[in-house]
Structures are given as C-alpha cells and as structure tokens.
C-alpha cells in the first residue's frame, strides 16, 4: 500500500477472508464513490473503494474495504502478494466529471442491503 494515513497502520498485513451476510435482508449492493444509501436501504459498513495498483498485469477487483478493517493477527511480513491500493478519481481528461468528485482524491464506497 502506498502511503495513505487512514489505513497506514495495516500496511504488509494479511487480508482475512469476508463474506457480508444480513439475515432477512436479500439485496445488497456496492456503491463507488458514495457514503449514504439510498433511501430505504441499510447501510453494513462504508470505506475506501480500493482494487490492485493500476499498472498491474494480474486482473483486479474493485474492493470496498471497510473504514475499520481487520487484519489477520501476526501476519506484518512484507510478502508483496496481492496488494490493495485506494481507487483514486481522476477526472482530467478522462471520462469522470470533475463535479462532485476531486482529481487525485481517493473514492470512498457504503456497502448497503434492502
């Protein structure tokens, strides 16, 4: 991870496995970008949209990583597997509009269910 001071402290830590599960609930839903629910849906957690560097040659995944996150306890080794980086909005030039999002800012995300 580069150096991004709300997660600095889980650098070269494991990742445990997660699933989310909300009983009674049968819709759940990843939202880039956002902090809120739409209106009518529960929020489980919000954080930063994260997903491996941009450069990589290995396929990614965008990741809402929790605010919060748990780390695998004793893993601090610098192992360099899969490493998750902060999605960051850019919008010079490319297909993102400037409004609401920042250029260079990273994108936060809520995981919601219904």
Do not use: Q
């Not at 709300?6 to 990742?15: A, E, G, N, R, W």
């Not at 957690?45 to 990583?65: I, K, N, Q, W």
């Not at 609401?100 to 219904?114: A, F, M, Q, S």
């Amino acid at each position: 991870m580069i150096e991004f001071p709300p997660l600095s402290s889980k650098l070269d830590h494991d990742v445990p496995c997660a699933v989310c599960r909300a009983s009674n609930r049968g819709s759940m839903v990843m939202i880039p970008a956002r902090k809120t629910c739409p209106s009518g849906w529960n929020r489980e957690y919000h954080g930063y949209l994260m997903a491996s560097y941009y450069d990589r040659a290995s396929p990614t995944e965008f990741v809402c990583v929790d605010r919060h996150p748990e780390v695998v306890a004793g893993s601090s080794g610098d192992e360099n597997g899969a490493l998750f980086y902060p999605v960051e909005g850019r919008c010079d030039g490319g297909n993102l509009p400037c409004a609401p999002y920042v250029n260079g800012k990273e994108l936060t995300c809520i995981v919601c269910t219904k």
